[in-house]
């Protein structure tokens, strides 16, 4: 019986940090995927272990743009078995600068199936879980709690608080991105876990404490982004998500990784946890996602 086969495996990674995933029987591989993965298998990181916990993971993308397009190619062609997608807008013209998994032929449909197609062509083996709306203060808990870990490629910071908020409450780690014209930043979060030292780990909340009020940060739209750069932390995004997978190597939680196209250089720096920020403070006063209601949704292009 399925119930019977099923068996649950622990990876430590060198961190400490432990992370699990449950492998089904259908985590087989199949003599198909085995050849299609067989630079994983060899990597002694990874090996058989490895590529079942990756085929058994559920990883949710919160927007189908910019940084969602290479990660939802890397996650696809590293074989992770189930892919959920939640963006309820519609593919543009200028979107497809820096949105590679779209095309000119999709202009006009959902993003949503128009990703779903590309990864349908790029890996059959994967699953994808089309969430054709707009995540809310309503539905996140919901839809984030189906899924393993989370990565947040959105647009505006009303989404990114939300979605950290409920990531926080369902205890999922999140792969958190954004981007500037010519910059880029990058970090895991896990303010649910306790580091080495006894503290918590820091939350978005911890770098980030508040929103900028309404216009006073340029969109995209307004000061521009060069579409490789989106690229290269999309694409970072998804090795951190298979790191997290695999348990391999070390968690870039407490870490915010930035990264300067101009100067072609990449500077890491240690983030804390703040014991008064207000949702995984000492006295927190977020304890739920009605903060969230009716949030106004303000386009970025700097990082939140």
Not at 7 to 25: C, E, Q
Not at 87 to 115: F, P
Not at 174 to 198: E, I, N, S
Request: glycine share 8%; aromatic share 6%.
């Amino acid at each position: 019986m399925a119930c019977c086969t099923t068996k649950m495996l622990r990876v430590r990674s060198s961190n400490a940090m432990t992370v699990s995933a449950t492998l089904k029987p259908d985590a087989m591989l199949s003599a198909e995927e085995i050849q299609r993965y067989k630079r994983h298998l060899v990597l002694k990181e990874i090996g058989g272990q490895g590529q079942q916990l990756i085929k058994s993971a559920r990883v949710l993308i919160v927007g189908a743009g910019g940084l969602g397009s290479p990660l939802l190619y890397y996650l696809a062609a590293a074989g992770v078995g189930t892919i959920g997608i939640i963006d309820d807008d519609r593919v543009s013209l200028d979107n497809l600068q820096r949105q590679i998994v779209h095309d000119t032929a999709t202009v006009g449909r959902l993003k949503v199936e128009s990703a779903r197609d590309a990864i349908a062509r790029l890996n059959p083996h994967v699953r994808v879980v089309m969430h054709a709306e707009r995540l809310t203060a309503e539905n996140a808990l919901d839809v984030v709690q189906r899924y393993d870990i989370v990565a947040d490629g959105s647009d505006n910071f009303a989404t990114r608080y939300l979605v950290s908020d409920a990531c926080y409450f369902a205890k999922k780690i999140l792969v958190f991105a954004a981007v500037g014209p010519f910059d880029g930043y990058l970090t895991v979060l896990k303010p649910y876990a306790v580091q080495a030292d006894g503290s918590p780990f820091p939350s978005y909340r911890c770098i980030f404490p508040e929103a900028p009020a309404p216009g006073t940060v340029a969109n995209c739209a307004e000061v521009g982004v060069l579409g490789a750069v989106v690229g290269v932390m999309g694409t970072l995004q998804a090795v951190e998500i298979l790191k997290e997978i695999a348990g391999v190597g070390e968690t870039l939680a407490g870490h915010l990784l930035i990264y300067d196209a101009r100067e072609t250089r990449f500077e890491k720096i240690a983030l804390q946890w703040d014991p008064d920020n207000a949702l995984s403070g000492r006295s927190p006063t977020i304890t739920d996602l009605s903060i969230h209601a009716n949030a106004a949704e303000v386009a970025t292009c700097p990082p939140a």
